[in-house]
């Protein structure tokens, strides 16, 4: 899970928000269809990109996802900004433009619109297919592994067996043991198939919460069984750290682990652990003389260059595949040591009160489920403001005003825009509450409070009025109105409790349909 914004995703909402202020700016025509059909319309398409930019930014999303996406929108605008251009300059005798000239041709400024939309969608068509070859690579990959396992492993112990099977028992009195031992290699072996065969294409079950440090002392032991004069230097891991793993997470260091011992200079390699809130890193490191580069790409992406060698970077490869269907990452770094560094997701402690939903958050990026639901709390929230505020004398409607109209359909639209955006925002702020706390209707109701009060006192009391002053529309600076202030404190509320209620009752019936 990432813990950082993607800022890709503020390139595309700042690209939306621009795009609908300029159309609703020369879109103000008098005959109502035209003013839906040139000015509504594009408007919602333009704040929904916004929206959907804002959810790009805080989503726990592939970041290469996002920069393609991103790529693709602004070539999409760039594009289609060009050729308005040129219509406009085309347009006029001496070929200048001018605000006069654009007014006059409105419907243009809405293919700007089209085009960013477009970009998006064929940025997001070009992320999933190379998500796809990505999967279709991970399947060879397995492929690979699992030609490796048969005949590095089965073809030699049926040799070995063979070999003892046709002497005399009495001059080798311990061959029946050779053959029971690899016997149970090839059973080992089987099952070992049968796993990556099982789990290809992710129809194995998910990874499930794992003691990290029972696996990992367990992997220690292994190796000092394997290799007595060993001695694996590890810093004392800490208590209660699970995570998102599978029962072969020991065979993950146990790999490493022994290619370190097999590959280093004084056979002493060095196991490390860090930790954030979201995250476990198992860095191990030795003296060798380098991981080679073909083996670091393999580590790092799964390519393998040596399809016939099943020697090399076959216990990698098992390395690279289970990291990857835990869906963490693997880095190297290669100076005068060799250090792998496993990066896992980290599963919520064991022991903590939780509700018993699939609301988990880590870092600040949530997963996808979140934030639909978090939109749909958002329009409920958004409503009950407007309830409040026309109780109290003020009306939505006018916010409208704020993107160069009036028009009561305009400002509806646009204070959903709103409401959806801090919601948005709303879920990555509540990801930053400790997780012992994280997950109870409570919390959420609380930090909705906090965050509608913020939202009061910078956005309503602050950066509103300087928006009307930027529109002459005379107005003090801050502005403090206790109205505003009951209805925000009304949406943070609503907008918390219908966040709790989502991720309670709706998550475990959306949360697959949408990942």
Same mark, same amino acid.
């Given at each position: 899970m990432g813990k950082h914004l993607n800022y890709g995703g503020l390139v595309v909402a700042g690209l939306g928000f621009f795009l609908t202020r300029f159309t609703v700016t020369l879109a103000l025509y008098d005959d109502t269809v035209q003013f839906y059909l040139a000015g509504v319309v594009p408007l919602a398409l333009g704040l929904g990109l916004a929206a959907f930019g804002v959810a790009l930014a805080v989503a726990d999303v592939d970041g290469a996802m996002v920069r393609t996406t991103t790529i693709w929108a602004v070539i999409g605008f760039a594009t289609m900004a060009v050729l308005v251009g040129l219509t406009l300059a085309g347009s006029t005798a001496d070929g200048r433009l001018s605000v006069e000239v654009a007014r006059?041709?409105?419907?243009?400024?809405?293919?700007?619109?089209?085009?960013?939309?477009? %970009?998006?969608?064929?940025?997001?068509?070009?992320?999933?297919? !190379?998500?796809? !070859?990505?999967?279709?690579?991970?399947?060879?990959?397995? &492929?690979?592994?699992?030609?490796?396992?048969?005949?590095?492993?089965? &073809?030699?112990?049926?040799?070995?067996?063979?070999?003892?099977?046709?002497?005399?028992?009495?001059?080798?009195?311990?061959?029946?043991?050779?053959?029971?031992?690899?016997?149970?290699?090839?059973?080992?072996?089987?099952?070992?198939?049968?796993?990556?065969?099982?789990? $290809?294409?992710?129809?194995?079950? +998910?990874?499930?919460?794992?003691?990290? %440090?029972?696996?990992?002392?367990?992997?220690?032991?292994?190796? +000092?069984?394997?290799?007595?004069?060993?001695?694996?230097?590890?810093?004392?891991?800490?208590?209660?750290?699970?995570?998102?793993?599978?029962?072969?997470?020991?065979?993950?260091?146990?790999?490493?682990?022994?290619?370190?011992?097999?590959? %280093?200079?004084?056979?002493?390699?060095?196991?490390?652990?860090?930790?954030?809130?979201?995250?476990?890193?198992? $860095?191990?490191?030795?003296?060798?003389? +380098?991981?080679?580069? $073909?083996?670091?790409?393999?580590?790092?992406?799964?390519?393998?260059?040596?399809?016939?060698?099943?020697?090399?970077?076959?216990?990698?490869?098992?390395?690279?595949?289970?990291?990857?269907?835990?869906? +963490?990452?693997?880095?190297?770094?290669?100076?005068?040591?060799?250090?792998?560094?496993?990066?896992?997701?980290?599963?919520?402690?064991?022991?903590?009160?939780?509700?018993?939903? !699939? $609301?988990? &958050?880590?870092?600040?990026?949530?997963?996808?489920?979140?934030?639909v639901v978090a939109c749909a709390a958002a329009l409920v929230a958004g409503v009950a403001y407007s309830v409040v505020s026309g109780f109290l004398g003020g009306s939505v409607a006018g916010i409208g005003v704020f993107y160069g109209t009036a028009d009561p359909v305009v400002g509806w639209l646009t204070h959903e825009f709103h409401s959806v955006v801090f919601g948005f925002t709303y879920v990555g702020v509540l990801s930053l509450v400790l997780e012992r706390y994280r997950n109870t209707t409570a919390t959420y109701a609380v930090v909705g409070v906090v965050w509608g009060l913020l939202v009061w006192a910078v956005a309503a009391s602050v950066v509103a009025p300087v928006w009307l002053q930027l529109l002459g529309i005379p107005t003090s600076v801050p502005n403090f109105s206790l109205p505003l202030l009951a209805s925000h404190l009304v949406w943070g509320v609503t907008l918390g409790l219908g966040t709790a209620l989502g991720y309670t009752y709706v998550m475990p019936r959306l949360g697959e349909s949408v990942e």
């Open positions: 006059t041709r409105t419907y243009l400024s809405n293919f700007l619109i089209g085009g960013s939309i477009g %970009g998006t969608l064929t940025g997001l068509y070009a992320a999933r297919n !190379r998500r796809q !070859r990505g999967v279709l690579r991970e399947q060879t990959n397995r &492929l690979v592994t699992i030609n490796r396992l048969l005949r590095h492993e089965v &073809l030699n112990a049926v040799s070995v067996i063979r070999g003892y099977a046709s002497v005399d028992p009495e001059e080798h009195p311990n061959g029946m043991s050779v053959i029971d031992k690899r016997a149970a290699d090839i059973q080992q072996t089987i099952e070992e198939v049968r796993y990556f065969t099982n789990s $290809s294409g992710g129809n194995g079950p +998910g990874p499930t919460p794992r003691d990290l %440090g029972a696996d990992l002392h367990e992997s220690i032991a292994t190796i +000092g069984e394997r290799y007595p004069d060993v001695d694996v230097s590890v810093e004392s891991v800490p208590d209660d750290v699970t995570v998102f793993a599978n029962e072969r997470l020991g065979l993950v260091f146990t790999n490493l682990l022994e290619n370190a011992v097999v590959h %280093g200079e004084d056979r002493t390699p060095a196991v490390t652990v860090e930790t954030t809130p979201a995250t476990v890193a198992v $860095s191990i490191t030795d003296d060798g003389s +380098g991981l080679p580069e $073909s083996q670091r790409a393999l580590l790092e992406t799964g390519d393998i260059d040596e399809f016939d060698n099943p020697k090399v970077g076959f216990g990698l490869n098992v390395v690279r595949l289970l990291v990857t269907s835990y869906g +963490g990452n693997i880095d190297t770094a290669v100076d005068d040591s060799t250090t792998v560094t496993v990066t896992l997701s980290r599963a919520q402690p064991q022991g903590v009160e939780v509700r018993p939903s !699939r $609301s988990d &958050l880590a870092g600040v990026r949530p997963a996808a489920p979140h934030l």
